[in-house]
């Protein structure tokens, strides 16, 4: 199965390769050509992922092919904000279909999170990590919580100030987007913020990726 590919160098050295037609995959590296390269495999392991929490897509078992339809290079706004990528494919609106598997799919990546910090402890929790902008994995937690509301933030959602816990922060606004989602059914709009467009589309593939991309992180600090 062929998917297509959009690209971006969404910081400093990190690229990614987003594969739109499965929300929540991506593959990331240094340089453009590794993430692309690397693409077909992250395809895989998406795949495989899935499949452990019960769930299947369609095209699964078939061979995985890429072609890269759009590159995008960041850049700053007058104000030096970091202007990331809003593609032709995020300006489609969302089906009831795919919100129901927006929906297990952030059931998956929540899960995912909460057993890679299953038995951590505390102190692995709050202990300063060198070089994390963060500060600790409690602190990557509280962080993952503030950029999902902001995501919604930026096409006209907003929701009350979160809970200094990390825990209870996570717990309030994945409750806050669940129900949003399905009002965003058929929803148009593209909004623009210090000069980076968003729509409804763009915020789900922000969000299941800086989930899964912190759960990821924070797996190899615990040595999962």
């Known amino acids: 199965m062929l998917y297509q590919l959009g690209v971006e160098d969404i910081e400093p050295d990190h690229w990614v390769a987003w594969v739109f037609a499965l929300p929540g995959c991506f593959a990331s590296a240094r340089t453009q050509a590794e993430a692309e390269a690397s693409a077909p495999r992250s395809i895989a392991a998406y795949f ?6 019960g769930h299947s897509m369609t095209g699964a078992h078939d061979p995985i092919e890429t072609e890269v339809v759009a590159v995008f290079h960041a ?3 007058e104000s ?7 593609f032709e494919a995020d300006r489609s609106p969302f089906t009831t279909q795919e919100v129901e598997q927006a929906l297990w799919l952030l059931d998956c990546s929540r899960q995912n999170l909460l057993e890679v910090l ?15 902008v963060q500060g600790s994995i409690r602190g990557i937690l509280q962080h ?8 919604f933030q930026n096409i006209g959602l907003e929701q009350s100030t979160l809970p200094e816990n990390p825990w209870r922060a996570l717990e309030q606004t994945r409750a806050q987007t669940r129900a949003w989602l399905p009002a965003l059914v058929g929803d148009h709009r593209v909004l623009e913020w210090k000069g980076e467009h968003w729509s409804a589309r ?7 990726w800086h989930e899964r991309d912190h759960t990821q992180q924070i797996s190899g600090l615990l040595g999962r």
């Open 48 to 53: 495989s992922w899935l499949a452990k929490y």
């Open 75 to 77: 850049f700053a706004s």
């Open 80 to 86: 030096d904000y970091l202007v990331n990528a809003f």
């Open 118 to 132: 299953h038995s951590a402890s505390s102190d692995q929790l709050t202990r300063p990590i060198a070089g994390e």
């Open 144 to 151: 993952i919580a503030q950029a999902e509301r902001w995501y």
């Open 202 to 208: 763009k915020v789900l593939r922000r969000t299941l």
